[in-house]
């Protein structure tokens, strides 16, 4: 039993720290600008098949393919935000929440027609490693540790770099930022850049060790918006610990009654903290 | 942090909820690539002179509509055997009547409610002498109360579930074995190849039909004396199999069994294999006797799965002198290389099964020497034979009438050939097999 635990303990981690990196984006973005970014799920699906397509067409490493994908990511958070959120940024909320669903339905309908709702693999393995009665997949462990120094980048750019400091002061409070001569309309949209490109290389982590289809990135958004709230609202440190929590959840509560009870518990947990602890556990922007 | 966008969040995530079920509940595309159908051409009346007739078989395919692919294949399985019997001059009665056929078919569209009017005017309007099932329980089930209600015998295929034949019908006779019995094979090969295996995990996709063959395997195996140490459904949706993989390991089953359709099974298998689980066999339903299964590499080799019928199986009048059993029809090496020659690929289970439903009808008439339905009937219910889709045998009991009782799945398993490719063995029953199967699995 002990060995049990420990081992679905940490693969519940592994998973856990991608969860959290997807979350990540979803909070940084509603942290900063107070919009629910409805277009998360599809932007993880680009992720998955821009690293699917570099790597299966034209032979790119997908660690590689996840630098390229970033770069993309981030222009394209950019494009993203001033055709679909720039002109709703000051509009009661329904809005921005109107406007970045059609950006999901687009990039839904759009993904649906090229690549149909069937599954794909990135066949890439990196064998396993065998650490004493514990044995984890190659990808999934470089996918974990490349999530974390995603992480940590983000980190260092948000607390260390003028940008980030801006994009902290934007979120704190935007009339002053701007009374400082901060650009805010620029400083937004690198926030929303920064936001979609940590769903789309949390996507590319996903499909180095799951199949992917074009649907696929819905659940992540529906377990992102549960780690949201057990972490603290725009709060990307809290999502890294909601994301461990979850992955927790689905590794452990298996083995001791059935699989479909995940789900049960992560939502019954999600309304709990909602009830009991609405600024999450981690406490919530202010 | 307010409340109000507390509550939009929480508003918002239960909309997501909801759009997430919605989507799940959508129907898988077909898997793309065939052919468009084609009508089926009606069956040339022989202008034989005197005591000549033409025998109508009515039934529907699925030109249109989700189940396109599959019915497409039995399609033209069935008109095949037609164009065959046809060929050859027809069926000559004791009476020295000669008997041809000729097919009556209309598009069902995949759905239940046309099946039901186009069934009704296939043996009204149409004189349907007998019937074959449309692709699928779910139409066929439609189907099946017409036969009753008109009293033509019909032949099932394309149609597992055993639902059907426990409605108390007495005209409907299956070709394909029942779902119920899908994985039963599995563990009767289990006993064969190591008596020493006495545990097995029934792990399943939560669907109504592996949930069934699932229930029907559990039942089984705990007869035959296994002792079942896991049995526990999964989410149609799963992609990350990790957590109950580690729950499996720690039941320590001998072998692994279940599965559901193509995408988890492949998906499981994929990481069964990553986690390098110690196990000695594996049996997965649906996925592994895809062609596409292959594309796994080292995590395909040694898995099994059950099939309706494979082009490799051996089934020959040799392999039915050996089994004590009559033989009838083609041999399995016939019908595969004349359907590859025709369609240019080979033969899907689908397209043997419409095939087979024809060659079934065929020989009842004959051994009645009769196109009168009730003897024919009688002739069914006495029908004990091997074709080349394997063992054909019906229930003839009151509760499940019509469930097939004689056709064993045949399991398959991917080896590697010399040159280190993967293959598509058949590797159970005995009767059928292709090779040996290895086991325990690397």
Known sequence: MGEVLITSALDGLLIGVIYGLAAMGLTLIFGVMDVINLAHGPLIAVGMFGVYLLFTFLGINPFVALLIMAVIGLLLGFFIYFVAVNRVIDAPPLSSLLSTFSVNMMIIGVGTALLTTSSYNVEYSLGSFEFGFFRVPGARLMAALAALVVTGLLYLFMYRTRPGKYIRAVADNRASAELMGIPSTRILALAFGIGVMLAVVAGGLIAT????????????????????????????????FGGLILGLIEGLVPVVMKTTWVPVIEYALFVLILLVRPQGLMGAKK | MNRKSLFLLTLVAAFALLLAACAGGAPAPAAGGEESAQAPAAGEAAAAEGGAQEVVIGFTASQTGKYNVESDR??????????????????????????????????????????????????????????????????????????????????????????????????????????????????????????????????????????????????????????VVLFEGYDPDTKDFNAFINKIEAAKPDAIMGGGHFQDGSTFARQLNEKGVDVKAVTLLVAPPEPTFAELGDAALGVTGPSQWEPAAKYSEE????????????????????????????????????????????????????????????????????????????????????????????????????????????????????????????
Do not use: C
């Open chain 2, 74 to 227: 039995q399609t033209t399985g069935l008109q095949m055997w037609m164009d065959d019997v046809n060929n050859a001059g027809g069926i000559t009665l004791g009476d020295g009547t000669v008997l041809t056929f000729k097919a009556v078919s209309y598009d069902d569209e995949s759905n239940k409610d046309r099946v039901q009017e186009l069934y009704t005017r296939l043996a009204t309007e149409d004189n349907a002498d007998f019937l074959i099932s449309p692709y699928s329980s779910g139409l066929t089930a439609a189907a099946a109360v017409i036969a009753e209600q008109y009293g033509k015998p019909m032949i099932t295929t394309g149609a597992a579930s055993d639902a059907t034949y426990k409605q108390g019908y007495t005209q409907v006779y299956q070709a394909y074995t029942p779902a119920s019995r899908y994985l039963t094979s599995a563990v009767d090969m289990l006993t064969a190849l190591d008596p020493e295996a006495k545990k097995i995990a029934i792990v399943y996709e939560n669907s109504k039909f592996s949930t069934g063959v699932a229930e029907a395997a559990q039942a089984y195996a705990q007869e035959k004396g296994y002792d």
């Open chain 1, 209 to 240: 060790i799951l199949p992917i289809n074009i649907l696929a990135g819905g659940s992540f958004e529906l377990k992102s918006f549960v780690i949201v709230v057990l972490g603290g609202l725009g709060n990307p440190l809290g999502a890294l």
């Open chain 2, 319 to 442: 392999a039915a002198q050996e089994a004590g059993l009559e033989w009838f029809g083609p041999s399995s090496d016939e019908f595969t290389s004349a359907y590859e020659s025709a369609k240019g690929e080979a033969p899907s289970y689908h397209a043997a099964g419409g095939y087979a439903a024809g060659l079934l009808l065929q020989k009842a008439i004959q051994d009645a020497d009769s196109v009168d339905p009730a003897k024919v009937k009688e002739a069914l219910d006495n029908l004990d034979v091997m074709i080349f889709f394997g063992h054909e045998k019906f229930d003839t009991s009151e509760e499940s009438h019509g469930l097939q009782v004689g056709h064993d799945m045949i399991i398959i398993q991917w080896q590697k050939d010399d040159s280190g490719n993967l293959v598509k063995q058949v590797v159970w029953p005995p009767a059928g097999a292709t090779a040996d199967p290895i086991y325990p699995i690397p």
